[in-house]
RNA sequence: GGGCAUUUAGCUCAGUUGGUUAGAGCGCUACACUCACAUUGUAGAGGCCAGAGGUUCAAGUCCUCUAAUGCCCACCA
């Protein structure tokens, strides 16, 4: 056993065990009708992302969830998996070919494609090599990606479905368009960011005297060549006479009209907005109750279009300048004032999204809502903590149509086909039914010519036609995320044989609807609603019961960690430095429920000195099993009475120590059960327990306690630190399988004794007050020194009498003496615990005062508190309102206390 | 403009349904390397629980207001 080094070493046990759990196939899950199901979908990292310390947080909860599951008996599936993250990826896509100087339109979007799914398959398995590296316990045999082609056919599936319900329509309306990625996006993709920018006051002169002006404030000047009026509020006296006049549009030289509508702010600005239908979606809305042409004025990459006359091709904020430099010169620019303003930024890139008017399809969501909403306030799905739910609740009422649209090429192909013949036939003129521009508002559906299908159509079903094309667009991310809990499973089948369509089947009615969804707050909208949505429109039936939001994890100083910002701190190179299981450790031990997470790395520290000290202390206990010992002999039960206080007292603390981490584990408060733990096996089985049986460590009794202590201890902390726990049991003796099969501890209820524990604590702290005595004369722990103690009451002595050698072996001491008076020894000093006055004997002389001067500092400080409770006591009300224990808790302690002080009182007197 | 969260030791944070000497880790001070562990041990110092009101026998905990910080949502051009 002395092979065992003094150091635990992460770099030596984690590969090798994951390698073996693997092997075994332990992450397998498959249906098991005599167990429940437990099952996770992990929430699918981004095909090109890397490991950061979020994903580290996030799976570290599922992991400890799933082991800890797993060892209770439940059959336990965690679903791994990738999503193929659209933009995202064909951003990093496109920037790996920038460096070939290629741009994506230098190749077919056949060769881009291609070079997504050479890079996906080079660069996608990064992340989940990651995950095995801090231990997630993934049935790795399920492993999904969203654009797998099975899993695509659920996203084609669900959309078909969802049209032929009358769910998915098509329609222009003005989206947010990210002119760098060049791609609309929903609403929950463009979220707003304050930002500086100016309020322009423009003149807009009348037709009929030029030489006066309606004055227009507008924060984006560049969208006036697209002006198509300018609006005022019908009940605002200034403009009164202004409504039904004809304005003449700067620059454009058009004219336009004044009309006047309610929803026009009188306060803001002049009180006169000038109208912008193809780029603003208050104006576009104004615009289509008034009958107004929509101008288009700006390409889809942001630059200023051929309407825009001579500004055609210039930058939008280039083109800003430009145009406000010129209304200056034609004395059309009244003035400029600084005005903080919100704008909408691309979640991916972070450029400023554009209003713009383009043809995109939609999901209806007020349908799909409502069970969804339904189902939240019923509790069949609840969040931790509770307070996301209203989050929840107020997005799903005032949900907005769903722009599933994107002008992208990596992602799932929208399964609409446009028929040619019949588009013609059907009198559109749009030769491309994509984006138009400067077309006249439309709004028409395209019924004719359009076709939703599973498959390709080999032609027209009205007119025969083979000339068919699919429609150019891909679908929003989401669009298959959403079928994450579910699709993973295979669904619908139709692509499998009928053998695996059957087990698959048999699987996702097993394991559906899942036990938990552990995610942070950022993605509620995207994906925990959505999702919520799809499994009860798909499945008839909520995706999982709980969902846990964590908290996001920043740097020390509150920032979020973000590669631009520089302030990462990488799970790997923790991993390399401490350990995978320090790493987990320290997260869970600083994730209270939702709160966010400060890092710093020395946090890391003290999950790589836990696990130290599990190792050391596991040291001790192997070091000191008798070697012939077989695991039959450790596994011996005693009666309770047989054992000394001390072990009682240990087994009382470790199963009082799980049965309030199971508490904890079962309401997702994971720091607490981590810190229960910590702190059990560090301050009572390390501090005081195996202190204390040192000296007679090979005693039977001990020797089966501390073992079975460790071995408990070890199965309860697996499911946090998988590693360290797996090494250490194999090194126990007898040891066969793996701690990830046994299970969890079981609680021994009968053997919790609060009394006991109490009593046991009392005796210790006899020892922390000698220590206390000793330290302050500054006497070695060489020196040996004697003691006397006086125990005020019966069972106290006896304990003490009996424990006398705990108390000198802890203590350092020579002796300690019982004394059967209360008087004070000569040349001692003192300190009482709650019932037991103790005297340290020395040999140099004793300052009289200072001894003094302490006891009379204590004595005021217990006064103070006596007196408190004899307040409360004398209080009728509390007496006769609080209820009985508690008055009955003070009164004892009250007598505690004046017996304390009485005590007190005398040895000061005797040193008087 | 709405909503949510946070404010407790020098730092980072715990503190369940109100119950009475407010805890942890790190840091700090003093002492200690006798063989489980210096990634350690022993002892200690350090808190008007953001502020002001209120409810209650009892408030860090519940209510109201205020302040600071952070986050989310929202079409003031």
């Given at each position: 056993?002395?092979?065992?080094?003094?150091?635990?070493?992460?770099?030596?046990?984690?590969?090798?065990?994951?390698?073996?759990?693997?092997?075994?196939?332990?992450?397998?899950?498959?249906?098991?009708?005599?167990?429940?199901?437990?099952?996770?979908?992990?929430?699918?990292?981004?095909?090109?992302?890397?490991?950061?310390?979020?994903?580290?947080?996030?799976?570290?909860?599922?992991?400890?969830?799933?082991?800890?599951?797993?060892?209770?008996?439940?059959?336990?599936?965690?679903?791994?998996?990738?999503?193929?993250?659209?933009?995202?990826?064909?951003?990093?896509?496109?920037?790996?070919?920038?460096?070939?100087?290629?741009?994506?339109?230098?190749?077919?979007?056949?060769?881009?494609?291609?070079?997504?799914?050479?890079?996906?398959?080079?660069?996608?398995?990064?992340?989940?090599?990651?995950?095995?590296?801090?231990?997630?316990?993934?049935?790795?045999?399920?492993?999904?990606?969203?654009?797998?082609?099975?899993?695509?056919?659920?996203?084609?599936e669900v959309f078909v479905r969802l049209f032929e319900k009358g769910l998915i329509y098509q329609g222009s309306y003005i989206i947010n368009w990210c002119p760098r990625c060049a791609t609309a996006l929903s609403d929950e993709e463009a979220p707003h960011h304050e930002l500086q920018g100016?309020?322009?006051?423009?003149?807009?002169?009348?037709?009929?005297?030029?030489?006066?002006?309606?004055?227009?404030?507008?924060?984006?000047?560049?969208?006036?060549?697209?002006?198509?009026?300018?609006?005022?509020?019908?009940?605002?006296?200034?403009?009164?006479?202004?409504?039904?006049?004809?304005?003449?549009?700067?620059?454009?030289?058009?004219?336009?009209?004044?009309?006047?509508?309610?929803?026009?702010?009188?306060?803001?600005?002049?009180?006169?907005?000038?109208?912008?239908?193809?780029?603003?979606?208050?104006?576009?809305?104004?615009?289509?109750?008034?009958?107004?042409?929509?101008?288009?004025?700006?390409?889809?990459?942001?630059?200023?279009?051929?309407?825009?006359?001579?500004?055609?091709?210039?930058?939008?904020?280039?083109?800003?300048?430009?145009?406000?430099?010129?209304?200056?010169?034609?004395?059309?620019?009244?003035?400029?004032?600084?005005?903080?303003?919100?704008?909408?930024?691309?979640?991916?890139?972070?450029?400023?999204?554009?209003?713009?008017?383009?043809?995109?399809?939609?999901?209806?969501?007020?349908?799909?809502?409502?069970?969804?909403?339904?189902?939240?306030?019923?509790?069949?799905?609840?969040?931790?903590?509770?307070?996301?739910?209203?989050?929840?609740?107020?997005?799903?009422?005032?949900?907005?149509?769903?722009?599933?649209?994107?002008?992208?090429?990596?992602?799932?192909?929208?399964?609409?086909?446009?028929?040619?013949?019949?588009?013609?036939?059907?009198?559109?003129?749009?030769?491309?039914?994509?984006?138009?521009?400067?077309?006249?508002?439309?709004?028409?559906?395209?019924?004719?010519?359009?076709?939703?299908?599973?498959?390709?159509?080999?032609?027209?079903?009205?007119c025969g036609s083979t000339d068919i094309y699919q429609d150019e667009d891909v679908l929003d991310t989401w669009f298959s995320s959403w079928l994450w809990p579910f699709a993973t499973f295979y669904w619908p089948f139709d692509a499998l044989n009928a053998e695996r369509a059957t087990q698959?089947?048999?699987?996702?009615?097993?394991?559906?609807?899942?036990?938990?969804?552990?995610?942070?707050?950022?993605?509620?909208?995207?994906?925990?609603?959505?999702?919520?949505?799809?499994?009860?429109?798909?499945?008839?039936?909520?995706?999982?019961?709980?969902?846990?939001?964590?908290?996001?994890?920043?740097?020390?100083?509150?920032?979020?960690?973000?590669?631009?910002?520089?302030?990462?701190?990488?799970?790997?190179?923790?991993?390399?430095?401490?350990?995978?299981?320090?790493?987990?450790?320290?997260?869970?031990?600083?994730?209270?429920?939702?709160?966010?997470?400060?890092?710093?790395?020395?946090?890391?520290?003290?999950?790589?000195?836990?696990a130290n000290k599990i190792w050391n202390a596991s040291r001790l206990v192997l070091m000191n099993l008798d070697p012939g010992r077989a695991r039959a002999d450790l596994c011996v039960f005693f009666k309770k009475e047989s054992l000394s206080v001390v072990n009682r007292w240990i087994l009382?603390?470790?199963?009082?120590?799980?049965?309030?981490?199971?508490?904890?584990?079962?309401?997702?408060?994971?720091?607490?059960?981590?810190?229960?733990?910590?702190?059990?096996?560090?301050?009572?089985?390390?501090?005081?327990?195996?202190?204390?049986?040192?000296?007679?460590?090979?005693?039977?009794?001990?020797?089966?306690?501390?073992?079975?202590?460790?071995?408990?201890?070890?199965?309860?902390?697996?499911?946090?630190?998988?590693?360290?726990?797996?090494?250490?049991?194999?090194?126990?003796?007898?040891?066969?399988?793996?701690?990830?099969?046994?299970?969890?501890?079981?609680?021994?209820?009968?053997?919790?004794?609060?009394?006991?524990?109490?009593?046991?604590?009392?005796?210790?702290?006899?020892?922390?007050?000698?220590?206390?005595?000793?330290?302050?004369?500054?006497?070695?722990?060489?020196?040996?020194?004697?003691?006397?103690?006086?125990?005020?009451?019966?069972?106290?002595?006896?304990?003490?009498?009996?424990?006398?050698?705990?108390?000198?072996?802890?203590?350092?001491?020579?002796?300690?003496?019982?004394?059967?008076?209360?008087?004070?020894?000569?040349?001692?000093?003192?300190?009482?615990?709650?019932?037991?006055?103790?005297?340290?004997?020395?040999?140099?002389?004793?300052?009289?005062?200072?001894?003094?001067?302490?006891?009379?500092?204590?004595?005021?400080?217990?006064?103070?508190?006596?007196?408190?409770?004899?307040?409360?006591?004398?209080?009728?009300?509390?007496?006769?309102?609080?209820?009985?224990?508690?008055?009955?808790?003070?009164?004892?302690?009250?007598?505690?206390?004046?017996?304390?002080?009485?005590?007190?009182?005398?040895?000061?007197?005797?040193?008087?």
């Amino acid at each position: 056993m002395d092979t065992i080094p003094s150091r635990y070493n992460p770099k030596e046990t984690e590969d090798k065990w994951y390698a073996l759990w693997q092997e075994q196939e332990f992450f397998r899950a498959c249906p098991d009708k005599a167990k429940k199901p437990y099952c996770i979908v992990i929430p699918p990292p981004n095909v090109t992302g890397i490991l950061h310390m979020g994903h580290a947080l996030n799976n570290s909860i599922q992991d400890i969830l799933m082991r800890y599951h797993r060892m209770k008996g439940f059959e336990s599936l965690w679903m791994p998996g990738t999503d193929h993250a659209g933009i995202a990826t064909q951003n990093v896509v496109e920037k790996a070919i920038a460096k070939e100087g290629l741009r994506r339109n230098d190749l077919r979007r056949e060769q881009f494609i291609e070079r997504v799914w050479q890079w996906k398959e080079q660069y996608g398995s990064t992340i989940i090599k990651q995950l095995k590296k801090l231990g997630a316990s993934c049935d790795w045999q399920r492993l999904r990606f969203t654009m797998d082609e099975e899993y695509s056919k659920a996203v084609v599936e669900v959309f078909v479905r969802l049209f032929e319900k009358g769910l998915i329509y098509q329609g222009s309306y003005i989206i947010n368009w990210c002119p760098r990625c060049a791609t609309a996006l929903s609403d929950e993709e463009a979220p707003h960011h304050e930002l500086q920018g100016n309020l322009y006051y423009l003149k807009y002169p009348y037709k009929r005297d030029p030489a006066k002006f309606v004055v227009v404030a507008t924060t984006r000047p560049e969208t006036m060549l697209g002006d198509t009026a300018v609006a005022v509020n019908p009940k605002d006296k200034r403009y009164k006479k202004a409504v039904g006049q004809t304005l003449i549009l700067p620059l454009a030289n058009r004219q336009i009209p004044i009309i006047a509508d309610a929803m026009v702010d009188m306060k803001f600005g002049t009180g006169a907005v000038k109208v912008t239908p193809a780029h603003d979606p208050n104006d576009y809305l104004i615009g289509k109750k008034h009958g107004l042409a929509c101008i288009n004025v700006m390409f889809p990459d942001g630059r200023l279009n051929e309407q825009a006359g001579d500004y055609n091709g210039m930058d939008r904020f280039e083109a800003r300048e430009v145009i406000v430099e010129d209304l200056k010169e034609q004395g059309l620019l009244e003035k400029i004032d600084p005005h903080p303003l919100s704008a909408g930024h691309c979640y991916r890139c972070h450029t400023i999204i554009e209003p713009y008017l383009s043809k995109q399809w939609f999901v209806k969501m007020k349908l799909l809502a409502k069970p969804a909403i339904e189902a939240v306030k019923k509790g069949k799905v609840k969040f931790y903590p509770k307070r996301w739910t209203k989050v929840y609740l107020d997005w799903m009422e005032n949900i907005q149509d769903w722009c599933i649209s994107r002008q992208i090429w990596w992602g799932h192909r929208i399964p609409v086909y446009y028929c040619n013949q019949c588009l013609e036939a059907g009198k559109s003129k749009m030769s491309n039914p994509k984006l138009k521009i400067n077309s006249k508002f439309q709004n028409s559906k395209h019924e004719n010519g359009i076709i939703v299908s599973r498959s390709k159509p080999e032609k027209c079903p009205k007119c025969g036609s083979t000339d068919i094309y699919q429609d150019e667009d891909v679908l929003d991310t989401w669009f298959s995320s959403w079928l994450w809990p579910f699709a993973t499973f295979y669904w619908p089948f139709d692509a499998l044989n009928a053998e695996r369509a059957t087990q698959n089947a048999n699987d996702l009615k097993y394991f559906y609807p899942t036990s938990a969804l552990v995610t942070a707050p950022e993605i509620i909208f995207f994906w925990v609603a959505r999702m919520i949505m799809a499994g009860l429109e798909f499945m008839k039936e909520v995706p999982f019961k709980d969902v846990y939001i964590h908290g996001t994890v920043r740097d020390i100083e509150g920032k979020k960690m973000s590669k631009s910002l520089g302030n990462i701190i990488d799970p790997l190179e923790i991993i390399n430095e401490y350990g995978a299981d320090a790493l987990r450790f320290s997260l869970i031990s600083i994730t209270s429920q939702g709160q966010d997470v400060y890092l710093s790395k020395d946090r890391f520290e003290q999950g790589r000195n836990f696990a130290n000290k599990i190792w050391n202390a596991s040291r001790l206990v192997l070091m000191n099993l008798d070697p012939g010992r077989a695991r039959a002999d450790l596994c011996v039960f005693f009666k309770k009475e047989s054992l000394s206080v001390v072990n009682r007292w240990i087994l009382s603390r470790l199963y009082s120590t799980l049965k309030e981490v199971e508490r904890s584990f079962s309401e997702y408060r994971f720091n607490e059960a981590a810190n229960l733990l910590y702190s059990f096996f560090w301050h009572d089985f390390c501090d005081w327990y195996l202190e204390v049986i040192k000296a007679d460590i090979r005693n039977t009794h001990n020797q089966v306690v501390m073992y079975k202590v460790l071995e408990k201890f070890l199965r309860a902390m697996h499911p946090c630190m998988p590693f360290i726990t797996e090494e250490i049991w194999h090194l126990l003796p007898g040891a066969t399988d793996s701690i990830m099969r046994q299970s969890w501890p079981h609680i021994q209820e009968q053997i919790i004794d609060k009394k006991l524990e109490k009593e046991a604590e009392s005796l210790f702290s006899v020892v922390t007050h000698i220590r206390n005595l000793r330290a302050q004369l500054g006497i070695a722990l060489d020196q040996a020194v004697v003691v006397s103690v006086y125990p005020h009451t019966v069972s106290k002595r006896k304990l003490v009498e009996e424990y006398a050698s705990l108390i000198t072996n802890m203590a350092k001491l020579q002796t300690v003496y019982s004394l059967s008076h209360n008087k004070r020894p000569v040349r001692a000093i003192s300190s009482v615990t709650e019932d037991v006055d103790i005297y340290l004997h020395s040999e140099g002389v004793i300052d009289a005062d200072k001894e003094k001067e302490k006891l009379v500092l204590k004595i005021q400080e217990l006064r103070k508190l006596a007196h408190a409770k004899e307040a409360r006591l004398a209080n009728n009300d509390f007496v006769t309102r609080a209820p009985a224990e508690v008055v009955a808790k003070e009164k004892e302690g009250l007598a505690e206390l004046s017996g304390t002080l009485a005590r007190l009182e005398k040895m000061a007197k005797e040193l008087a």
